[in-house]
């Protein structure tokens, strides 16, 4: 074959001449576009403005267009020696950029970059990325949300919707650092320590999924990170390979990558605070049980009521910190009496915030005639709102 065969079970070998990079561009159905790609990429003066040389490895999983035999041409031909083909069955984006970093690391490259093929992403681009790399970044992410930044004049609002949505989804369910502003491009370039180190087997992204995985790996792998901003166009020929499948795919990682992202806090939140309604109204039962049996008239219940609340509020305040704001527990440090005494007190003054805003949100509701149910139902959506903003803002703030 006159293709490069580079197969992941081959032995571990090293090809790569230094000061090196290789672009990955993963492909399936793009013979209208890789050539042209390929020429420009060629093209470019890397190693005059950047100092370093520039290498493609095109992942091709099996196109029926035909746009591996182009490839496997062009590598055999024009691009020896600087142009890999790597083939491979059609398993999704996500394993496809997966299996080729496998190649790369194994080729020993020391800088890795990722492209789509269909010049979404401009070739000059990369001159920026690498300079990057070469200025001390370990990642340069391609960015078309930081200032600089470029999104096509004639891109669909349904584009731009998706792609915003995406990101706070990776962001809120997620929990990928709020700091990144672009979280699902596919433009990018790595140092080799960077990819060695990612525990791929950790969340199974066979589709787009794969790029918040990335994403949330250069963030948390507390790597020196720099967002390029980019220009971003309408794909040149062909069709974009997203499905609903993706999407369903890119919520299940979301969901699966950070304990402590702000949407399990808050889930989290809810619960200890449903439970700490049964607590109060339990512990008010018991008390009234055990302390007042015989008392027709229930003189003094308001007692019992108040050390109800109370009994809830400690009841809340021991799992916000164990459970909750489990993250504060970590990252801040050692929880001393004294912070966690502070914290309680903090605590208590929300609560009776919570208390205020809910009688406050009734009579104002009330008076505007809305059902007086409604009135403190809507009073306390307000207040359990509040009272999350106070804990996660003042009081459990990391
Ligand atoms: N090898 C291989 N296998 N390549 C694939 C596969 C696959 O199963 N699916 C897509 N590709 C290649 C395409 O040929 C193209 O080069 C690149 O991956 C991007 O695919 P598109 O189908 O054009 O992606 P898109 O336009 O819907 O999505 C783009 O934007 C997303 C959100 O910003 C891509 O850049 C995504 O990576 C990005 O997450």
């Known amino acids: 074959?006159?293709?490069?065969?580079?197969?992941?079970?081959?032995?571990?070998?090293?090809?790569?001449?230094?000061?090196?990079?290789?672009?990955?561009?993963?492909?399936?159905?793009?013979?209208?576009?890789?050539?042209?790609?390929?020429?420009?990429?060629?093209?470019?003066?890397?190693?005059?403005?950047?100092?370093?040389?520039?290498?493609?490895?095109?992942?091709?999983?099996?196109?029926?267009?035909?746009?591996?035999?182009?490839v496997e041409e062009l590598a055999a031909g024009r691009y020896r020696g600087r142009l890999l083909l790597s083939r491979g069955t059609k398993q999704g984006l996500g394993k496809a950029l997966e299996l080729a970093f496998g190649e790369a690391l194994e080729l020993g490259y020391e800088v890795v970059m990722t492209m789509d093929a269909d010049f979404s992403h401009a070739p000059l681009d990369v001159l920026p990325l690498l300079a990057a790399i070469s200025d001390g970044a370990d990642v340069a992410v391609g960015s078309r949300y930081t200032p600089g930044g470029l999104i096509p004049g004639d891109w669909p609002l349904s584009q731009i919707v998706r792609t915003r949505v995406a990101g706070s989804v990776a962001r809120g369910v997620g929990g990928i650092d709020p700091g990144l502003?672009?979280?699902?491009?596919?433009?990018?370039?790595?140092?080799?320590?960077?990819?060695?180190?990612?525990?791929?087997?950790?969340?199974?992204?066979?589709?787009?999924?794969?790029?918040?995985?990335?994403?949330?790996?250069?963030?948390?792998?507390?790597?020196?990170?720099?967002?390029?901003?980019?220009?971003?166009?309408?794909?040149?020929h062909g069709v974009s390979k997203a499905s609903v499948k993706?999407?369903?795919?890119?919520?299940?990682?979301?969901?699966?990558?950070?304990?402590?992202?702000?949407?399990?806090?808050?889930?989290?939140?809810l619960l200890v605070g449903a439970s700490g309604t049964l607590v109060n109204l339990g512990s008010l039962w018991a008390l009234r049980r055990i302390l007042m049996p015989e008392d027709p008239v229930d003189d003094g219940i308001w007692l019992l009521s108040a050390a109800a609340i109370q009994i809830s509020i400690l009841w809340n305040f021991c799992w916000?910190?164990?459970?909750?704001?489990?993250?504060?527990?970590?990252?801040?440090?050692?929880?001393?009496?004294?912070?966690?005494?502070?914290?309680?007190?903090?605590?208590?003054?929300?609560?009776?915030?919570?208390?205020?805003?809910?009688?406050?949100?009734?009579v104002v509701f009330s008076n505007l005639g809305v059902f007086y149910l409604f009135a403190q139902a809507l009073g306390i959506a307000i207040a359990v709102t509040v009272n999350y903003w106070v804990s996660s803002h003042y009081i459990w703030d990391w």
């Open 246 to 269: 993706d999407v369903l795919e890119f919520i299940r990682i979301a969901l699966q990558l950070n304990d402590d992202s702000p949407f399990k806090q808050l889930v989290r939140f």
């Open 320 to 362: 916000h910190t164990g459970f909750t704001f489990r993250r504060y527990r970590r990252t801040g440090g050692v929880l001393g009496a004294r912070q966690i005494l502070a914290n309680l007190l903090k605590f208590e003054g929300a609560s009776a915030l919570t208390q205020t805003v809910i009688f406050s949100a009734f």
């Open 181 to 236: 502003r672009e979280l699902t491009t596919n433009f990018r370039a790595m140092r080799r320590t960077v990819l060695a180190s990612i525990d791929f087997g950790r969340v199974k992204a066979r589709g787009y999924g794969f790029q918040i995985f990335l994403a949330n790996a250069f963030s948390s792998g507390g790597w020196k990170v720099t967002e390029v901003p980019i220009s971003f166009h309408t794909r040149a």
């Open 1 to 70: 074959m006159a293709s490069y065969p580079i197969q992941p079970d081959h032995e571990p070998r090293r090809t790569a001449p230094p000061r090196t990079a290789l672009m990955i561009v993963p492909t399936y159905n793009e013979s209208g576009n890789i050539a042209a790609l390929l020429e420009q990429l060629f093209a470019l003066p890397t190693r005059k403005r950047t100092g370093w040389d520039l290498h493609v490895l095109v992942r091709d999983d099996r196109s029926p267009d035909g746009t591996g035999e182009i």
